[in-house]
């Protein structure tokens, strides 16, 4: 079994910022990729940050420039950082894990979102 957990969000103003993370726990594969999707009302869940093989993270154009994703593997643990936000960008951030075990299965994990809100 594996867990994600995201504490954070909340409420953040207008031009700020906020730095979520994400923990995964349990059976983990070692090679896993690890991002972060959004929601915002109303619209489809989107990438919004994940890691490539290419060596550079990919952005959604919805946050390009604004974005910053990271990662410590030694605590399977994945971050992003938002700034300049403004106040259409509320959305539910989801942390996503997704990895092809030896069997060649593929398997993907959610964590239970993090509501951020912003205010004017």
């Known amino acids: 079994q594996v867990h994600l957990v995201e504490p954070g969000g909340g409420l953040v103003q207008a031009g700020g910022s906020f730095r979520l993370s994400c923990a995964a726990a349990?059976?983990?594969?070692?090679?896993?990729?690890m991002g972060w999707y959004r929601q915002a009302p109303g619209k489809q869940r989107e990438l919004g940050a994940a890691p490539t093989s290419g060596g550079s993270p990919h952005y959604a154009e919805s946050v390009m420039g604004r974005c910053t994703i990271s990662r410590d593997n030694a605590k399977n643990t994945v971050y992003v950082q938002m700034n300049s936000l403004k106040p259409e960008y509320p959305a539910v951030y989801f942390c996503?894990?997704?990895?092809?075990?030896?069997?060649?299965?593929?398997?993907?994990?959610w964590g239970q979102g993090t509501q951020v809100t912003v205010s004017s």
């Open positions: 349990g059976r983990i594969f070692s090679r896993n990729v």
């Open positions: 996503n894990a997704d990895w092809v075990d030896v069997t060649g299965a593929y398997c993907a994990y």
